[in-house]
């Protein structure tokens, strides 16, 4: 069963970073598609950015995330990355990755069920 393992979230000041990985045990993430979402309380979970397979690569990114976001992948590592920079309070959440459907529709559409547990990023001062 593919399940994800998120970590790097913290606490940060406003107009920091923090660097969001992404990796999975018995799965070479390179054959997929992946995507971070994230959730804060009381909302829905929303797409934030997705990298297509290997073959590929190519990214896209939710309104919000674009110029401050980079998505990217290391194979060797069979790690995805999420680097954040110029944080703001509003991007407080639970962060996830997940397969999904990758392409420059942005629906971030995935029937994905076993979520992991996320990784919490909190910006405040």
């Known amino acids: 069963q593919l399940q994800f393992v998120e970590s790097g979230g913290g606490l940060v000041q406003p107009g920091g970073s923090l660097r969001l990985s992404c990796t999975s045990s018995?799965?070479?993430?390179?054959?997929?598609?992946i995507g971070w979402f994230r959730q804060a309380p009381g909302k829905e979970r929303e797409g934030v950015s997705c990298i297509t397979d290997s073959h590929d690569n190519s990214t896209y990114y939710a309104g919000f995330a674009k110029g401050r976001f980079t998505i990217s992948r290391d194979n060797a590592k069979n790690t995805v990355y999420l680097q954040m920079n110029s944080l703001k309070p509003e991007d407080t959440a639970v962060y996830y990755c997940a397969p999904l459907e990758c392409d420059a529709s942005r629906t971030w559409n995935t029937d994905f069920a076993s979520w992991g547990q996320g990784t919490q990023v909190t910006v405040s001062s």
């Open positions: 018995g799965f070479a993430l390179d054959y997929y598609a």
